[in-house]
């Protein structure tokens, strides 16, 4: 109240000296009568107030003050908690002039069909301003299943790029520069392989390892956690994943040979704290199991990225981005002892949350995903991107992409928000949020280690359920109106004709993999590819790197699914156990 008083006699005093005595007068007499509320126990803030709801609240479930002053931030050391950007903890961003100097890296995911085809699409986003490429694979490459196999009837090129060998990445890559474009690949279970397939396009068109730049997605633990595409046990997994790390390191130095990704975890109906928290775990994980394998933590630390989603809450996405990168800065840094500052950056790619689609109304998605991208924007993302308006319904049309792709293009060239670094930094609301997603982290840190560790939550079921609560809860709100989801429980519309076209995948592109498949099972030397895999399955007995047998095997076309199979003679399957 001193504090209050003192600012009010200040302001009273100096607005009296602009407007002079007649109307100084009668702002002394209002600042007088301020002071009488404030020592009879009434302020403004104190007054019985009729708001639209009992209560306000994040998407986490964080309640929300009417409004923030210092004192919500009191305990904050400038310093210590933020920094200025470029600045340990990173609070405010990594580099010194942010978006003043290199704009994020506009990488919008795309695939769908035959090779062909999306190889036709990445041309057309390059010509059309995109500045990397982010390959999206069908299930069953995803799942390392080749497409003349039973289990991919119906699923081959659908939901993106059918992939089953070095000739399918051969024709994906035509005529793409691959020494000048950054290339994110998000595969995770047989990423071992399909990164050795780009390695291996890269050297028959004599382009040095050292030269090619990009991301393999390569994070298994969100499988287990959320996506549920895995193919072997956990621990089996996470050897073939350092075996990546430790690859990259010594050979391909611009790689990131992961992307500890969040994105899925949120999709799946997590909160942005859950988010964050379980991330950030199993980003840690990894580190150990690098130091496990006896890597100096400032090889392979500053090859580590991460994928968040940009869900609608924006406020509380711009706090949990830039928690993620104070917590990640000190756990480098202070719990592994880190001393190269790359170490302690966490670089992160972003992509608008597909959960946030819907089919009704699909128009309004372009406001969606627009608000989300500003919020990833805001919170100092390294490459970002935007889903289509169509994608509640299929796969974006070439239309749809382009206006994603202007979406990314307005917000960097006219909104005005990368002329300076971190414009919101310092506002009472973001910081208090920031905290509270840094809170909410480390509780949930906690509570994993109680369960033992990352591996046994998951085996406990432990990730599993506090989504699945989550997600129950979530839609408990939007079916009491809790949470307007315009279109969906409000602002309906009785007849929503869909204007648009929808992108359509025919069968015709799952007979035509089958058809090169089986033509090059025809062609190639079958005596080299079956030595190539007995040497695969020896090394893995062995427990040796696998990448060098791996790519050998790639070379002489040993298919993804033949690769695949081949390690389950060592590993094994895994099957979930139910949580109850």
């Known amino acids: ?151 991919a009837e119906g699923e081959v090129g659908k939901c993106g790029v059918s992939v089953a060998s070095l000739e399918d990445m051969e024709i994906l890559f035509d005529g793409i520069d691959l020494a000048s474009i950054t290339t994110s690949m998000t595969i995770n279970a047989p990423a071992i392989m399909i990164w050795g397939m780009y390695l291996a396009v890269a050297e028959k068109r004599g382009v040095p390892l050292q030269q090619l730049s990009g991301t393999i997605q390569n994070d298994i633990l969100k499988e287990f956690i959320a996506q549920k595409e895995w193919v072997y046990p956990p621990e089996p997994h996470m050897k073939l994943i350092v075996d990546t790390i430790e690859f990259a390191t010594h050979y391909v130095p611009k790689w990131h040979p992961i992307s500890v990704s969040g994105y899925h975890i949120r999709e799946a109906g997590a909160t942005a704290v859950q988010e964050l928290a379980f991330t950030l775990a199993d980003g840690l994980e990894y580190v150990r199991w690098c130091l496990d394998r006896g890597l100096d933590i400032d090889d392979f630390a500053p090859k580590f990225s991460f994928f968040f989603n940009a869900h609608i809450d924006f406020f509380e996405e711009i706090g949990k981005y830039r928690a993620a990168r104070r917590i990640w800065a000190r756990e480098m840094r202070e ?54 308006f169509d994608e509640a319904w299929a796969l974006p049309t070439e239309e749809a992409v382009l206006l994603s792709l202007r979406t990314q293009q307005v917000i960097a060239h006219e909104s005005g928000v990368t002329n300076t670094v971190d414009p919101l930094g310092g506002a009472y609301f973001v910081e208090w949020m920031t905290d509270q997603m840094e809170a909410g982290a480390r509780d949930y840190f906690r509570r994993i280690d109680e369960e033992g560790g990352v591996i046994p939550a998951i085996k406990s079921g432990f990730f599993q359920q506090e989504i699945a609560d989550a997600a129950y809860r979530f839609q408990q709100r939007v079916e009491e109106r809790d949470f307007v989801w315009v279109g969906v429980n409000e602002y309906q519309m009785t007849e929503e004709p869909i204007p648009f076209r929808i992108l359509k995948i025919e069968h015709e592109a799952h007979e035509k993999q089958v058809k090169r498949l089986a033509d090059l099972r025809r062609r190639r030397d079958n005596r080299a590819v079956a030595q190539a895999l007995k040497d695969l ?9 696998l990448m060098v047998p791996i790519l050998n095997a790639i070379k002489a076309y040993a298919t993804l699914g033949e690769m695949v199979n081949a390690l389950k003679e060592v590993y094994g399957t895994y099957t979930e156990g139910a949580v109850i």
Not at 80 to 106: A, C, I, Q
Not at 362 to 371: A, C, D, E, F, H
Not at 537 to 543: D, G, H, T
Request: some cysteine; aromatic content about 10%; hydrophobic content about 35%.
């Open 537 to 545: 399955v020896a090394a893995a007995r062995r427990e040796e790197n």
């Open 335 to 388: 719990t592994f002892g880190a001393k190269n500052p790359r170490s302690w950056w966490m670089r992160f790619h972003t992509q608008t949350a597909g959960v946030s689609l819907t089919m009704q109304q699909p128009y309004v998605n372009l406001i969606r995903s627009t608000i989300e991208a500003l919020a990833a924007v805001l919170g100092g993302t390294q490459s970002l991107h935007v889903n289509s």
């Open 1 to 151: 109240y001193v504090s209050v008083i003192l600012e009010g006699l200040l302001s009273t005093f100096h607005s009296g000296l602009r407007l002079g005595a007649s109307k100084s007068s009668r702002l002394f007499r209002e600042f007088a009568a301020m002071c009488h509320n404030i020592r009879g126990g009434t302020t403004m803030s104190q007054r019985t107030i009729t708001e639209r709801k009992a209560r306000f609240e994040s998407l986490s479930g964080l309640e929300i003050k009417r409004f923030y002053t210092p004192q919500d931030i009191a305990h904050l050391d400038y310093a210590h908690d933020l920094g200025n950007p470029g600045e340990y903890p990173f609070t405010r961003g990594l580099y010194e002039s942010g978006y003043r100097t290199k704009l994020w890296t506009v990488r919008q995911f795309s695939g769908f069909a035959t090779p062909e085809e999306t190889n036709q699409r990445y041309k057309y986003l390059i010509e059309q301003g995109q500045t990397g490429l982010s390959v999206a694979f069908d299930l069953p490459t995803l799942m390392g299943v080749d497409p003349d196999d039973p289990e």
